[in-house]
């Protein structure tokens, strides 16, 4: 179970967007959590995984190598 306080504004926005959709505001915010939560997991991964390129623990791979191994023609 969570609970948040959002700003009145917020909350104000919330509720007209489900009365207006006749979707409760629990659906909102549940995707709206769900495509923030899909993004940062995203990005701290980038983050990872540029980290360990910068510190020579991974390398990268050609385009071109990358094309070849899935046939992609270019």
């Not at 509720?15 to 207006?20: M, P, Q, R, V």
């Not at 495509?35 to 990872?48: G, H, M, N, P, V």
């Not at 071109?64 to 992609?72: D, I, L, P, Y």
Request: net charge negative; charged share 35%.
């Amino acid at each position: 179970m969570l609970s948040i306080r959002l700003p009145e504004e917020i909350e104000t926005r919330l509720t007209n967007l489900a009365d207006t959709t006749g979707r409760t505001k629990t659906f909102y915010a549940r995707e709206a959590i769900i495509e923030y939560l899909d993004d940062l997991e995203d990005i701290y991964l980038a983050q990872r995984r540029l980290e360990d390129l910068r510190a020579g623990r991974s390398g990268t791979i050609p385009l071109s190598e990358v094309m070849k191994r899935h046939g992609v023609e270019s």
